[in-house]
């Protein structure tokens, strides 16, 4: 396993980071229960994964209680990303920014991953209602706490990140060490002002859905039956068009003449980008795990990212 900083903080993240959005069933019915999800965990590490991602509210806090019971006795090992943004209640004061909200939320994820500290702290979403300058002062106490040891944000534009970036700076206060948006070869809107602006001033980026929902896994075939029990079997989520089957056979041409599989490419052109610290993949079995876990280590030249993104085309 390859490890990288996280933007231009000390911290080292594994260029392969596991995803538990699926941990629970609430977002997808191919989710896992607890043994399944403790399962992935112990395999990721065994494979040298340290970057683990989760969220408050992935559902509704199981993703985060699955992985506390994964890394009890192992703490040391893991990188523990989380996030707090989204609606956790009724009430008006349980979703958002607010410093009411995020001192609160840290407090249940805590008690969920049953652990002192929290590695990566994301805001999950912007927060249209809350000053930007409360949301990071809040944070900026729980790095002085200990409770938490680096922040992030998560599908922040452009300006969003950089006002945030400059809001820190000006008050001298903690910044966002990375920012984590949807990025894969079938979706590359962040490549216009989010990646020039992280290249710029050194944020890391932790890319979300790199294998587009399972479809850049290469299982998924034109004309053919969907695998059974896959995440698009019961819903292609709008992938399954020939556009996008021609742009899939492309690049499993490519990677099959250079000896690699369409998983490896789809990791392996994410971190051709330096500023892609780690690629936030979910799996739902070890073996996936593993053959992601394999994927980092193609180091694509100028020359193939050209290629591959002509194959892209305009997508
Ligand atoms: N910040 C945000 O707003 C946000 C939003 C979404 C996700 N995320 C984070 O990003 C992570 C990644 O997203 P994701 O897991 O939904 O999407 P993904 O990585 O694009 O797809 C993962 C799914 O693809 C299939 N798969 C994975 N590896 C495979 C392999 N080697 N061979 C065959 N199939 C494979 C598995 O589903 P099947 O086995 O069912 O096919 C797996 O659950 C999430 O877990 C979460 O931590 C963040």
């Not at 699955?66 to 996030?83: E, F, N, Q, S």
Request: charged residues 20%; aromatic residues 8%; glycine residues 8%.
């Amino acid at each position: 396993m390859e490890y990288r900083q996280l933007g231009n903080s000390g911290l080292q993240v594994s260029t392969i980071g596991l995803g538990t959005n699926n941990f629970g069933k609430a977002l997808f019915d191919t989710g896992l229960d607890s043994d399944a999800s403790v399962a992935v965990v112990d395999q990721a590490l065994d494979v040298g994964i340290n970057m683990i991602d989760t969220a408050n509210s992935y559902s509704h806090g199981l993703s985060e209680e699955y992985i506390g019971r994964a890394i009890k006795g192992k703490r040391d090992k893991v990188i523990l990303a989380t996030k707090v943004s989204s609606r956790m209640g009724e009430g008006p004061n349980n979703a958002g920014n607010s410093r009411v909200h995020i001192m609160a939320e840290v407090e249940a994820s805590l008690r969920r991953l049953d652990t002192e500290y929290i590695d990566l702290y994301q805001i999950h979403w912007w927060d249209p209602n809350t000053p930007l300058e409360e949301t990071l002062r809040a944070l900026d106490d729980l790095v002085s706490q200990g409770k938490v040891r680096y922040i992030g944000s998560s599908n922040f534009a452009a300006w969003q990140a950089c006002e945030a970036a400059w809001t820190s700076k000006s008050l001298g206060i903690t910044s966002f060490v990375s920012v984590q948006p949807r990025y894969s070869m079938m979706d590359r809107a962040v490549e216009k002002e989010l990646v020039p602006f992280c290249q710029k001033y050194g944020v890391g980026i932790l890319p979300y859905f790199p294998l587009e929902n399972g479809f850049l896994t290469g299982k998924y075939r034109r004309n053919q039956d969907a695998p059974a029990g896959t995440r698009l079997a019961s819903n292609d989520r709008g992938m399954f068009t020939d556009e996008n089957f021609d742009i899939l056979e492309g690049l499993i041409a490519f990677a099959k003449a250079r000896d690699h599989t369409m998983v490896d490419l789809a990791f392996s052109w994410l971190l051709a980008n330096k500023a892609v610290s780690s690629v936030i993949a979910g799996a739902t079995k070890i073996e996936q795990v593993v053959s992601n876990s394999n994927a980092a280590g193609w180091n694509l030249t100028d020359d193939e990212v050209a290629e591959v993104n002509g194959i892209l085309g305009a997508n």
